[in-house]
């Protein structure tokens, strides 16, 4: 494989495929576990982003 392209890198440049990776954006995702998770410490429910009733 000479290159890999992807839309958006969540990754943070460590997704490692093997090959140069070019992105057209960068997002950082943010994880958190069950003990410091904001939403869980306000007893808050979560949701899936983006998903709605249609």
Do not use: H, N, W
């Amino acid at each position: 494989m000479v290159g890999a392209g992807v839309l958006v890198d969540r990754s943070g440049g460590a997704a490692g495929l093997g090959a140069r990776t070019e992105s057209l954006a960068q997002i950082p995702a943010v994880s958190y576990s069950p003990e410091e998770c904001p939403l869980c410490g306000k007893g808050l429910p979560f949701g899936k982003p983006g998903s709605r009733k249609v």
